[in-house]
């Protein structure tokens, strides 16, 4: 039967975190070109699922002392967990998105282990499967570890043994030196520059009033809410729109008395007083309803070949363009927006693919990107700077040890500094590459991979750029009252890709052929002009 096991502080406070409009729980999605053997995919499961990781056939159970265990389900039966379902019209992606959303918004039973699999018996000219788990159990770096166990590099076996894998947040480091060993080991030194960067900012101005929805918005993210009300001002009189237009893209005129100070200041300046997060159309409480989509897939060289040419790199390109397609979104809406910011997740640990525990380590981070600017040179440039000076900085450090001090003190502490800093941004960005080769599920070749982080308190969407044998697409989650017609967010990545193209002269992008005016499975419902990016520049 096994042993029980105690739950970590963190993983154990994401069980009492389950909100009924916002699940924590993590939920990926995986395509086939051909018909799945489900009975060959049964063994797989069994084998490299359950029996590696216990957790699969554990239930959380609490003790008097409030504490959270693993404890094994003595009557565990993997058809509680799987359940085989056919789609009423297979050829149709908007079938299989639907499918998930309303998933999605489905609680897992706390009376079995916390996972569910939804198999799909056929998808285009293949099969597809839904594969759900509770943050409790692992973080989304590790579910993506035990998704990566599922595959072979072969049509007859092998499992694959593909390189660790990181997220957008964690930057490469000086050889030797893991990231948990430098949140641990700098983290009084971030302190120490904190406070020397709080003694240079002064007081911030107190310039905010409650009027109507921006009231409580103005409580929790004092800066988002001063960005705010100069957006607003700027868009409605163009006197005044001069004087709080400055030279850094998503900012203004309060938001940049901050940025000019680099490093931990900016850090300081986000955890103390707020993000460069304005109230829009999607600001609110969060509903039951969700909504999943993802874009076609562009190619990944593409990117590299134009991080290159404007000295960046490819997870600058990847943020430049999620926030290209937030600026068409808000723009076709009518909804004036200087500045949003997401939660981006760092891996504090290498990932191990054969590890005898999953679980939850890693840190958050802010990153704030531009929704007001066009042109796409001038919003990479931007993302750059801020990605560096996250990379560069203490961020991760003091985020982590913010969260591990709050955590130990006070579960509802805990809880309530967490609703606060997720409802200072808009939601979770995740970078998290796949294998870089084909690949194989119970013999079938994997067609595309995409998955979601789950979001808190009143966030209204997950963002996901998943990459797969040499492509990448997007993936969003949202909440369908704050983020009507989503699928234009997905169809913008694309656009914000092709105009960040056009404007790099120096790249020569090779044919693709992912086209635009298809609706085959895997592509997002997108309605583009069919041109493709072989065009010489």
């Given at each position: 039967?096994?042993?029980?096991?105690?739950?970590?502080i963190?993983?154990?406070?994401?069980?009492?975190?389950?909100?009924?409009?916002?699940?924590?729980?993590?939920d990926s999605?995986?395509?086939?070109a051909?018909?799945?053997?489900?009975g060959?995919l049964?063994?797989?499961?069994?084998?490299?699922?359950?029996?590696?990781?216990?957790?699969?056939?554990?239930?959380?159970?609490?003790d008097?002392?409030?504490?959270w265990?693993w404890?094994?389900?003595p009557?565990?039966n993997?058809d509680?967990?799987?359940?085989?379902?056919?789609l009423?019209?297979?050829?149709d992606p908007?079938?299989?998105?639907?499918?998930?959303?309303?998933?999605?918004?489905?609680?897992?039973?706390?009376?079995?282990?916390?996972?569910?699999?939804?198999?799909?018996?056929?998808?285009?000219?293949?099969?597809?499967?839904?594969l759900?788990?509770?943050?409790?159990?692992?973080?989304?770096?590790?579910m993506?570890q035990?998704?990566?166990?599922?595959?072979?590099v072969?049509d007859?076996?092998?499992?694959v043994?593909?390189?660790?894998?990181?997220?957008a947040?964690?930057y490469?480091?000086?050889?030797?030196?893991?990231?948990?060993r430098r949140?641990?080991?700098?983290?009084?030194?971030?302190?120490?520059?904190?406070?020397?960067a709080?003694?240079?900012l002064?007081?911030?101005?107190?310039?905010?009033?409650?009027?109507?929805?921006?009231?409580?918005?103005?409580?929790?993210?004092?800066v988002?809410a001063?960005?705010?009300?100069?957006t607003?001002?700027?868009a409605?009189?163009?006197?005044?729109a001069g004087?709080?237009r400055?030279?850094?893209?998503?900012?203004?005129?309060?938001?940049?008395?901050?940025?000019?100070?680099?490093?931990?200041a900016d850090?300081?300046?986000?955890?103390?007083?707020?993000t460069?997060?304005?109230?829009?159309?999607?600001?609110?409480?969060?509903?039951?309803?969700?909504?999943?989509?993802?874009?076609e897939?562009?190619?990944?060289?593409?990117?590299?070949?134009?991080?290159?040419?404007?000295?960046?790199t490819?997870?600058?390109?990847?943020?430049?363009?999620v926030?290209?397609?937030?600026?068409?979104?808000?723009?076709a809406?009518?909804?004036?927006?200087?500045?949003?910011?997401f939660?981006?997740p760092?891996?504090?640990?290498?990932?191990?693919l054969?590890?005898?525990?999953?679980?939850?380590?890693?840190?958050?981070?802010?990153?704030?990107?531009?929704?007001?600017e066009?042109?796409?040179?001038?919003?990479?440039?931007?993302?750059?700077?801020?990605m560096?000076?996250?990379?560069?900085?203490?961020?991760?450090?003091?985020?982590?040890?913010?969260?591990?001090?709050i955590?130990?003190?006070?579960?509802?502490?805990y809880e309530?500094?967490?609703?606060?800093?997720?409802?200072?941004t808009?939601?979770?960005?995740?970078?998290?590459?796949?294998?870089?080769?084909?690949?194989?599920?119970?013999?079938?070749?994997?067609e595309?991979?995409?998955?979601?982080?789950?979001?808190?308190?009143?966030?209204?969407?997950?963002v996901?750029?998943?990459?797969?044998?040499?492509?990448?697409?997007?993936?969003?989650?949202?909440?369908?009252?704050?983020v009507?017609?989503h699928?234009m967010?997905?169809?913008?990545?694309v656009d914000?890709?092709?105009?960040?193209?056009?404007?790099?002269?120096s790249?020569?992008l090779?044919?693709?052929?992912w086209?635009r005016?298809?609706?085959?499975?895997?592509?997002?419902?997108?309605?583009?002009?069919?041109?493709?990016?072989?065009?010489?520049?």
């Open positions: 039967m096994g042993e029980r096991r105690r739950l970590g963190q993983d154990a406070l994401w069980l009492e975190m389950d909100r009924p409009n916002n699940l924590m729980v993590v999605v995986i395509w086939t051909e018909p799945l053997d489900f060959a049964r063994e797989v499961v069994e084998e490299r699922l359950l029996d590696r990781y216990p957790v699969f056939r554990s239930r959380a159970v609490r008097d002392d409030g504490s265990w404890e094994p389900d009557e565990f993997f509680n967990h799987v359940s085989l379902v056919s009423q019209n297979p050829d908007g079938a299989l998105q639907d499918l998930v959303a309303a998933r999605r918004a489905e609680m897992l039973n706390r009376d079995h282990p916390l996972w569910q699999s939804i198999w799909i018996k056929r998808y285009g000219e293949g099969s597809a499967m839904i759900r788990s509770h943050h409790a159990i692992a973080d989304g770096m590790r993506m035990v998704v990566m166990s599922l595959f072979d072969a007859d076996g092998g499992p043994m593909a390189p660790a894998v990181v997220q947040g964690a490469p480091l000086p050889p030797g030196q893991s990231l948990s949140v641990r080991s700098s983290a009084s030194q971030a302190a120490r520059s904190a406070g020397g709080i003694s240079r002064g007081e911030a101005p107190r310039l905010f009033e409650r009027v109507g929805r921006l009231g409580r918005f103005v409580l929790r993210n004092p988002g001063g960005a705010t009300l100069m607003t001002a700027k409605n009189a163009a006197d005044v004087t709080v400055v030279a850094v893209p998503g900012g203004g005129t309060l938001v940049d008395v901050f940025s000019a100070v680099p490093g931990d850090t300081v300046r986000k955890l103390l007083l707020g460069r997060n304005d109230a829009t159309m999607w600001t609110g409480t969060a509903g039951g309803e969700k909504a999943v989509a993802w874009s897939a562009l190619p990944v060289a593409a990117m590299k070949a134009l991080g290159r040419a404007n000295h960046s490819v997870n600058d390109v990847l943020v430049a363009c926030a290209g397609a937030l600026h068409d979104y808000l723009r809406h009518e909804a004036p927006c200087s500045s949003v910011t939660m981006v760092v891996n504090l640990t290498p990932v191990d054969t590890p005898d525990t999953l679980g939850n380590d890693f840190a958050l981070v802010q990153l704030e990107l531009p929704t007001d066009a042109d796409p040179i001038k919003v990479l440039a931007a993302a750059k700077r801020r560096d000076r996250i990379k560069h900085g203490h961020e991760a450090a003091l985020a982590f040890r913010f969260q591990e001090t955590a130990g003190f006070s579960r509802g502490l309530a500094s967490v609703d606060m800093f997720a409802n200072r808009l939601g979770t960005l995740t970078n998290v590459p796949g294998p870089a080769m084909p690949v194989y599920l119970a013999g079938s070749l994997v595309g991979i995409v998955g979601w982080a789950p979001i808190s308190g009143n966030q209204p969407m997950s996901t750029l998943s990459s797969y044998n040499g492509k990448v697409m997007l993936g969003i989650a949202c909440d369908t009252a704050l009507p017609e699928e967010i997905v169809e913008g990545f914000a890709f092709e105009r960040l193209a056009d404007a790099t002269p790249v020569v090779m044919p693709v052929s086209g005016g298809g609706k085959g499975p895997g592509r997002g419902p997108g309605k583009g002009s069919g041109k493709g990016l072989g065009r010489k520049r």
